[in-house]
Every structure is written in structure tokens, then in C-alpha cells.
T-cell receptor, first 115, second 113 residues
Framework: GAVVSQHPSWVICKSGTSVKIECRSL??????MFWYRQFPKQSLMLMAT?????????EQGVEKDKFLINHASLTLSTLTVTSAHPEDSSFYIC???????????FGPGTRLTVL | GDSVTQMEGPVTLSEEAFLTINCTYT??????LFWYVQYPGEGLQLLLK?????DKGSNKGFEATYRKETTSFHLEKGSVQVSDSAVYFC????????????FGSGTQLTVLP
């Protein structure tokens, strides 16, 4: 149980385009979802926390207009990277937390490359 | 703020060797401590955790003891297997409910047959 999926697993896009990444909890209801960014050989950095039906809470330094997060249902959160640029290339990882859980369950990550 | 420092990798060991991956932390109060493992192409999985000083977390032959006096939570395994090859992350949280995780940079472990 407690499986989290991400789609797509990798994406390549042109500079200036927008990319949407989906995060789904497959067998539980996720009241909270987290989005992380990971640079090569570096730690996971929390970007934002989203609760179902409310606006996401962004960490300091994360542009909310660039990284749009929507948590419209208890099983789906989306991260949209708007007007992507090469510096947005990274590995994006989501995690989900259910009401009865005391640990986060992580998705496999999405590799974004912006040309 | 909180921070977690892990030994830099990559670490390469022969099968059945002893493993230690060092982890130290800086935090106020009494955080909960975690080790996560990330196998190739997969998401992070919780490996073990400890929520108070002197607690020992263990799973799949891995162990780590919460040492408040040295602010450490080193990961150990007596005899590694090829299947243990992965990236290992040390992490902490204050809330006790796994929110707001602070991660170390990760340590790549490769076990050779």
C-alpha cells in the first residue's frame, strides 16, 4: 500500500514552454502533498506544501507564479513549471501524506530538461 | 535553521563488507531522525527512524542509533549485499509527523559482487 506515482517520469521541453507534472496517491487519500527539487548530488529541497482544496504554501525563494501547484483532489496534485528556462532543469519529486499516516510516501520523481 | 550533514559518497564496498554512513545534524530541541533509501528509478522509501535520544531504529539488517550527545544518527549494516546498492538519505523533522523533512545530500552506495 501507500504508493505514489508521478507522470511523466522524464520530459524535455523548449525554453519558454510550460510543463505539467502530476503526482497521484494510488491507494490512499493524500490530505497533504509536498513538492521537492533535487539537483545532481545535492539534497532534496522542499519547494511547497499543498493541502487538498487550499492554496499551496511555498518555501522562501520559490516563485509561486513560476511553479504553479494545484491540489484539486485527495489523490492528485500537479506542478506546472511556467515559461521554463534551462535553469529550471532538475529532478522534481513529490510526496504524499495521508490523514492516518505519520510518514511521507514519495513518488519516483520527474526529470525535467529544458533546452 | 535545521541542517543535516552526511558523509560524501560515492561509497563502494564488496559484498559482505561492513557499512557505515555518517550523519550528523544541527537542530533545536528534539527532532525525529530518519534514513531513507532510493533505489534506481524509484521513489524514496523510509528505511528506519528514531524519535528520541538513545532510540535505535532497525530494518532489513540496517541500524542507526539516535545519539543526542554527538548529534549523530549513523547508518550501519554488518554485511552488505549487492541489492543494497542505492542512495541513502538522512533526514530530520520536528513535528513528529514527518512534515517538513530536512534532508542530507544523500550518499551513493555501490556494492560489488
Amino acid at each position: 500500500g501507500a504508493v505514489v506515482s508521478q507522470h511523466p517520469s522524464w520530459v524535455i521541453c523548449k525554453s519558454g514552454t510550460s510543463v505539467k507534472i502530476e503526482c497521484r496517491s494510488l491507494d490512499f487519500q493524500a490530505t497533504t502533498m509536498f513538492w521537492y527539487r533535487q539537483f545532481p548530488k545535492q539534497s532534496l529541497m522542499l519547494m511547497a506544501t499543498s493541502n487538498e482544496g487550499s492554496k499551496a504554501t511555498y518555501e522562501q525563494g520559490v516563485e509561486k507564479d513560476k511553479f504553479l501547484i494545484n491540489h484539486a483532489s485527495l489523490t492528485l496534485s500537479t506542478l506546472t513549471v511556467t515559461s521554463a528556462h534551462p535553469e529550471d532543469s532538475s529532478f522534481y519529486i513529490c510526496s504524499a501524506l495521508g490523514q492516518k499516516h505519520n510518514e511521507q510516501f514519495f513518488g519516483p520523481g520527474t526529470r525535467l530538461t529544458v533546452l | 535553521g535545521d541542517s543535516v550533514t552526511q558523509m560524501e559518497g560515492p561509497v563502494t564496498l564488496s559484498e559482505e563488507a561492513f557499512l557505515t554512513i555518517n550523519c550528523t545534524y544541527t537542530a533545536t530541541g528534539y527532532p525525529s531522525l530518519f534514513w531513507y533509501v532510493q533505489y534506481p528509478g524509484e521513489g524514496l522509501q523510509l528505511l528506519l527512524k528514531a524519535t528520541k535520544a538513545d532510540d535505535k531504529g532497525s530494518n532489513k539488517g540496517f541500524e542507526a542509533t539516535y545519539r543526542k550527545e554527538t548529534t549523530s544518527f549513523h547508518l550501519e549494516k554488518g554485511s552488505v549485499q549487492v541489492s543494497d546498492s542505492a542512495v541513502y538519505f538522512c533526514a530530520l523533522t520536528h513535528s513528529g509527523s514527518a512534515r517538513q523533512l530536512t534532508f542530507g545530500s544523500g550518499t551513493q552506495l555501490t556494492v560489488l559482487p
